[in-house]
């Protein structure tokens, strides 16, 4: 309430400094065109026309929006309303005096061209200037502040235009205590200038040579920060990066630029940034006019897809926001994550089991979501080859659980993860998400008629760097150790994005699903475009180079062998599925043909006895029944220790 009324009075202040501006001007105009009695004789005929004129001039300015922008952040679209206003009360005193005050009144010009045209500038700059001047102060005070608090110089890496806003950003506080210290450049255009003050030391390629030069004069660098022009192809990533190993100052990455810009949009910059192709541009209106105020529930939050999820949801303005996870470590450390955020959302975390009916209905029926995103899997293609019962219980019977716990509690949209290996299925894991992915299209195919109801989809995409059992960490680390590197086959082909990416692009999925609720354009599968896949040993190559090293000199690179349950290419649209463009920038969307809900209850059935009998032909036999296109093969041994993840994450929610 208080905030209110603080706002209330504000916004007052602006409509009374306004109104008397237009006052002022007036007067002020009169003095320098008018002397002597012609001044007095308007001087006194101005009381019977002013009030009117003001009051006509605030009905303008509302019109143009003069008192929704804040005089903090005024600036040219902000002058640009002022001076369309100020245009039309200028040309209202034309078509007044001229037309109705001369002819009909006077018998003489009240105000003149002259006056007319001197109103004009006068009140722009009556209005303009103390919105200028305002933002300036706040600008001054806050840079000043800033600089005092400031403690940890920053090398600025990039182009102009993103280096201005990272400047501007670290002016106003709001990339913490780092302030600008100096500017590399890709471009030698832009060598011997300076931007907003800071200077261009030099090319990216001298990053090592003035890093020790700024040590040696006892004004080291404390931290590097490098936007998304400093990573992209042209100005080559890789060398510098090498170079910066030997300095050892953190480097941080901009995960976006615009006028919000803020520290947490800073994340440290790791070698699988560099590892794929340039991102899909998404639409952040987009996803915030999706999840802004809206209640969201996130399975498996603490995995790898999950909890980036979670972050992107507070990012994009959840209200509120429930992450379900069975590991304890896996929730606290997402729901601590989400607390560093200090972002306006509630966050609760649950210990909970997507497999346990008992606990999920309850619990999403207690917390009324808007969205539910179902991340929750087990995901490892070895483990699953062994394990096989546990992919089952989790994989369908946890999902079944979640699809029917989001349709009771009234969900508008269930989202279900999915997986490239889930098409033309040759493992327990593609086996058992296609099955899941079936169930899903089945009750979403009951809510077609009449286009109400929950809506459910599954999005599926291929492999994501640096999440938990995905190659990069795991090369990372046998780099770390000095070798050897070990590739399953020179010929394993697959396809990458960042965790980021994957997961704004699977909100944006979900974006899409429910404005196409019409049954001849319900899309029930959609696909995430991948980019070209990229050979795995060609990556453990370019990881050794980027870490400073020769493959097959400083580090080898050991072939193992096909695991049990692995296909040396992945596919994403099944040789049956129609395939649909979304007018949506990195989304396909495919439509399936499936079976209806009956058929899938009978095949759950049979299942859960081959599971109560351990019978894995059995079990087989249905996945066979429901997924003609699936491979079935010979159940192999578990996987040596080494291979085992270290992270109680390793059940995360992750293709």
Known sequence: MLNLNKQSAKKLAVIVHDLAMTALAIVFVFAVRFDGWLFEERMRQLPKILPFFVAYAGAVYWFFQLYRSKWRFASLPDLSNIVRAVTVLTLTLLVVDYVLVAPNLYGYYFF?????????????????????????????????????????????LGRGVDIEMVIRAMESGAMGKMRPAGILTPRPDDLGQSIRG????????????????????????????????????????????AKTRKLAIPISRLDSLGEGLRGSELAPLEIEDLL???????????????????????????????SEICLRCAAFGAAELLVVENSEPALFHVTEALAAQDLPMRVTGALADVRDEARIGPLFKAFAPDIVIHAAALKHVPYLEADWG???????????????????????????ISTDKAIEPVSMLGATKRFAEMYAQARDAEFAVGNRGTRLVAVRFGNVLGSVGSVVPKFKAQIERGGPVTVTSPE????????????????????????????????????????????????AERMIRLAGYEPGVDIEIAVTGVRPGERLNEILFAKDEPMAETGLDGVMAAKPIFVGRERMQGWLDELERALA?????????????????????????????PERPSSPQAVASQP
């Open 276 to 306: 794929v192709r340039p991102s899909v541009k998404i639409d952040r209106e987009r996803l915030e006019g999706f999840l802004k105020g809206k209640r969201v529930i996130v399975t498996g939050g603490g995995g790898s897809i999950g």
């Open 112 to 156: 003149g061209k002259i006056t007319i045209v001197l109103y004009w500038l006068v009140q722009v700059a009556l209005l303009g200037g103390p919105r200028l001047a305002y933002r300036y102060f706040k600008y001054s005070r806050s840079k000043h502040q800033a600089a005092r608090e400031a403690s940890l110089p920053a090398l600025l």
């Open 390 to 416: 546990e992919g089952i219980k989790t994989n369908i019977f946890g999902s079944v659980v979640a699809i029917e716990a989001a349709i009771a509690a009234g969900a508008g949209i269930f989202v279900m």
């Open 198 to 241: 800071v200077p261009v030391l030099g090319l990216l390629s001298q990053m090592e040579a003035i890093a020790i030069d700024a040590s040696e004069r006892g004004e080291p660098f404390r931290r590097i920060v490098a936007t998304p022009s400093a990573l992209a192809p042209e100005a080559e990533p890789d060398k510098w990066l």
């Open 613 to 641: 009998a351990q019978d894995r032909l059995g079990a087989e036999a249905v996945l066979e029944a429901a997924i003609p296109d699936f491979s079935r093969r010979q159940p192999g041994p578990p996987p040596a220790v």
């Open 492 to 539: 394993m082909i697959r396809y990458f994005m960042t965790i980021r990416e994957a997961c704004d692009l699977v909100l944006t999925s979900a974006s899409h699903a429910p404005e196409h609720e019409a049954q001849e354009d319900r899309a029930a599968v959609y696909v995430l475009k991948m980019g070209q896949p990229l050979k795995i040993i060609d990556l």
